[in-house]
């Protein structure tokens, strides 16, 4: 065992950034059934068409995806075989549909993952003129300044693609538009689109041990604030060795499994803090010419962040170490509360665990806030500029997109609300209400590591004030947002 050094700064900053759009496209009703209506088009039980040609015959045509090797990732469109797991079956329902649909064979191409990686593969192709994919996926990181480098096809140029059927998530598509111009989307295509986004894990023993609110009925109530859950916590440490001293993390050398000495209100780590941000308060909004233009600035932005600062930084109840956030903490019984991810549900440790655990959304503002707002994550997709055929991608990406709610989203929910400690309606209505609040942001998604979705960590380290922290950030920021619009805005 070996002692990791530092503990403090900061956390979750639960902020900047989200847009007032509205809920993602995951809310269907998770039967599978479909059928075909007169006109020979797919109908599922909704009544809902797949409006794509059926007779077209790609005489066993191979379908390249390109995919990547994390672990959060592998899965998305790749199952080789049905094996008894669910979502590993119901990808691969959608894949043979889509493939008996057309007569392709799905490929997925699992390639790697580093960011420098990533863009090199996908600059390579595009200059290269190959027809190695068919249809591109990655993290909005990389595939947002992809876009607007023009390596992509614009989406109202794929035939068959309709971004407003309920299987693609039309928010990030007019979201991560400029103009007319638009060239990601993401939804039911993606199975990341459901388990890449924040929420917060609470031991519901520890909640009944310490005679805490119930989360739960706190989110009925309409009281779960951020004000509700820093009352909850700041305060909340149990010196279990007795030594007097706020422990830190400490690390399993055979299981690289992470633990802590002591019980904190809260836990979570510097480098994760902006996968569960752009909750409060919007970087960009769109003009009338849908051009994003920077918003974020206020007096309440400015004591939004100093309280987060105080809270996490001085506070005792938080254990807040470098890093990114490792789930095992909590799942050894290390934190009350942990800011997360929904996937993390369908890792084995986490369904192995003794820990009994629920999950909320992440928390409104305050009252005035009137429904929650949760930051989308997963992989987006594209297509490839130099495309040979696009009527064939966009008819296969839009049957993919189709078959993926029929099939996927149901599967994932029913795997991710049956695993220990989420046996419970409660956890199912929270899931789906947070699945149901799921918001992009122009500002977040274009800002680069000097941009505002990254510099703003920094304030947590430094001695300053929001308001002059920020007069020295902001321009360099700014400027980073215009250039990324401007290159889209001017794409032929």
């Known amino acids: 065992m070996k002692k990791t050094k530092s503990i403090a700064i900061l956390l979750l900053i639960l902020l900047f950034g989200s847009i007032l759009i509205t809920a993602c496209s995951n809310t269907s009703d998770n039967s599978t059934d479909t059928e075909n209506n007169e006109n020979g088009n797919t109908e599922n039980n909704e009544g809902t068409l797949l409006n794509v040609p059926t007779d077209k015959n790609y005489n066993g045509y191979t379908f390249s995806i390109n995919s990547y090797s994390h672990s959060a990732y592998r899965g998305e469109h790749h199952a080789e075989a049905l094996t008894g797991d669910l979502v590993n079956d119901a990808v691969y329902d959608r894949n ?100 890449q986004i924040s929420c917060i894990f609470f031991n519901k023993k520890y909640i009944v041990d310490y005679s805490l609110q119930d989360p739960y009925q706190l989110v009925y109530d309409n009281k779960w604030y951020i004000d509700t859950l820093i009352a909850m916590t700041k305060d909340f440490w149990i010196d279990l060795n007795g030594n007097g001293v706020r422990d830190g993390i400490w690390e399993n050398d055979e299981e690289t499994m992470q633990f802590t000495d002591d019980l904190y209100g809260i836990y979570s780590q510097m480098a994760s803090i ?77 369904r192995e665990s003794n820990v009994d655990y629920g999950i909320v959304p992440v928390p409104k503002y305050d009252e005035n806030q009137k429904d929650y707002r949760t930051c989308g994550g997963g992989l987006v997709v594209a297509v490839p500029l130099t495309i040979k055929d696009a009527e064939r991608t966009g008819m296969v990406m839009e049957a993919l997109a189709y078959y993926g709610r029929e099939f996927v989203y149901p599967a994932y929910l029913e795997k991710t609300i049956t695993q220990k400690g989420t046996r419970d309606n409660d956890a199912q209505k929270m899931l789906e209400i947070i699945l149901n609040s799921v918001y992009y942001n122009f500002g977040v998604a274009f800002s680069g590591f000097q941009g505002y979705g990254y510099s703003l960590l920094e304030y947590f380290k430094t001695s300053k004030g929001f308001a002059s922290y920020y007069e020295g950030m902001n321009i360099a920021a700014t400027a980073e947002l215009i250039k990324y619009a401007d290159q889209i805005l001017a794409l032929p």
């Open 96 to 195: 043979k549909n889509v493939e008996e649909l057309f007569n392709v064979k799905i490929n997925t191409v699992i390639g790697v993952w580093g960011n420098d990686e990533c863009r090199s593969l996908i600059t390579k192709s595009v200059l290269a003129g190959d027809d190695d994919f068919d249809m591109f996926t990655g993290n909005t990181y990389n595939m947002t300044f992809l876009s607007a480098e023009g390596y992509f096809l614009r989406i109202s140029e794929v035939p068959h693609i309709n971004y407003k059927s309920p299987w693609w998530n039309q928010y990030i598509y007019n979201e991560l538009s400029v103009g007319n111009n638009v060239y990601l989307m993401t939804g039911d295509i993606a199975l990341s689109n459901y388990g």
């Open 274 to 350: 902006y996968a569960i941000a752009n909750h409060w308060v919007p970087i960009t909004t769109k003009n009338a010419d849908n051009y994003p233009e920077v918003s974020f600035y206020s007096t309440r932005t400015a004591t939004m962040f100093d309280k987060l600062k105080d809270y996490f930084i001085n506070s005792q109840g938080s254990l807040c170490p470098d890093g990114w956030t490792d789930y095992t903490v909590f799942a050894n019984g290390g934190c009350i509360f942990m800011p997360h991810v929904i996937h993390q549900t369908t890792y084995a440790y986490m």
